[in-house]
């Protein structure tokens, strides 16, 4: 698929290529494309309505990401005083040296230490502006991917009457000041204000099938860890960050695949045994991902790599069980390396 053919910046209509698709291609974004945010539009009363809404949806990811964003944070937070502390020292210390808003910053890192351990946090809708916490917002999104860009790939829940659009329409203009927008799925098709660009990204499932649920806000994995939105991931890396064997793992990173198929980015691998571990959720039973997968396996396969697929189910019920197995896999593959 051709990232580089959809815009990074303004506001654009996307047609034929929909939100499922999107969905479908961001666990291989590139490295150079923007921070894609599938997001669903749920409910719409007015523009005012909606820009609070996506700004809390946003918050809600920044505090997922933590502290992806924020160098030498804590991985795990905890409660105490004390950690809260450390965290807004580091998040001062950013500030100084990055074009980061110290207060908000500061204050968004009290929230993110308070959603992953407790404690108190800030309401900073009442203490910022929108369009404070909104720029302050995308560049931690932007730094948590490593990216330079954001955009918000916006879809409905349901069709949107015409007075909805209108309202939707005010607030992406606002938003278009902040981060590249797409409309996916006719989410404002009575309108011509915006352009309209044809896009076809490839490996779309079959309309006949019925998809898989997509949370509210869809986003790719974040390089180097676990998947945020993935209990299973973060789960095993938990488990896995206590054995020795497991040294020299890699979440979710790019793995160069050859010309076929330039990169495929693996849930899990370890790069010295050529072994790679994918994590599937229900979605992965879809005809959709289902042959999304099929094709990453062969294009793996073809470079040398082992994969072996856990279920979500499985790594939640025995986690013990699933690290034996890829203890075994990735003894065995070294052992075999070593073979004259």
């Known amino acids: 698929m051709d990232w580089s053919a959809l815009p990074y910046s303004g506001i654009v209509a996307l047609t034929v290529v929909g939100s499922t698709d999107i969905a479908l291609a961001l666990d291989d974004l590139p490295d150079e494309a923007p921070a894609v945010l599938l997001i669903r539009v749920d409910q719409v009363s007015g523009a005012a309505q909606v820009i609070e809404t996506l700004l ?137 204000r915006y352009p309209i660009l044809d896009v076809e990204l490839g490996n779309a499932p079959d309309a006949a099938e019925p998809l898989w649920t997509l949370s509210t806000v869809t986003f790719p994995p974040l390089a180097g860890r676990p998947q945020p939105a993935s209990a299973a991931e973060s789960k095993l ?35 010295e045994a050529s072994l790679v571990v994918e994590i599937d959720g229900a979605d992965h039973r879809t005809a959709g991902k289902y042959a999304d997968d099929r094709r990453r396996d062969v294009a793996l396969q073809l470079v040398g790599y082992m994969v072996v697929r856990f279920t979500n189910e499985q790594v ?25």
């Open 316 to 340: 939640l019920s025995d986690t013990p069980r699933v690290a034996a197995i890829i203890e075994k896999l990735r003894s065995d593959r070294l052992a075999a390396k070593e073979l004259p």
């Open 56 to 192: 809390g949806h946003l918050e809600r990811t920044a505090y997922d990401f933590y502290p992806a964003w924020l160098p030498r944070a804590e991985v795990s937070p905890g409660r105490s005083t004390i950690d809260r502390v450390a965290a807004r020292s580091l998040a001062a210390t950013m500030a100084a040296s990055t074009p980061h808003y110290r207060p908000f910053l500061v204050d968004l890192t009290t929230n993110a230490v308070a959603a992953h351990g407790g404690g108190e946090s800030v309401d900073l809708s009442r203490r910022y502006s929108s369009a404070t916490r909104m720029a302050g917002l995308v560049r931690v999104i932007s730094d948590s991917f490593a990216r330079k860009s954001v955009v918000l790939a916006l879809y409905p829940a349901a069709t949107l009457s015409p007075a909805s659009q209108q309202h939707l329409a005010a607030a992406c203009d606002w938003l278009g000041s902040h981060v590249g927008i797409w409309l996916l799925d006719d989410i404002m098709s009575p309108l011509d």
């Open 237 to 271: 890396e938990s488990h896995l960050a206590r054995l020795q064997w497991a040294d020299g793992r890699q979440w979710n990173q790019t793995v160069p695949t050859g010309d076929l198929e330039p990169y495929v980015r693996a849930d899990l691998v370890w790069p």
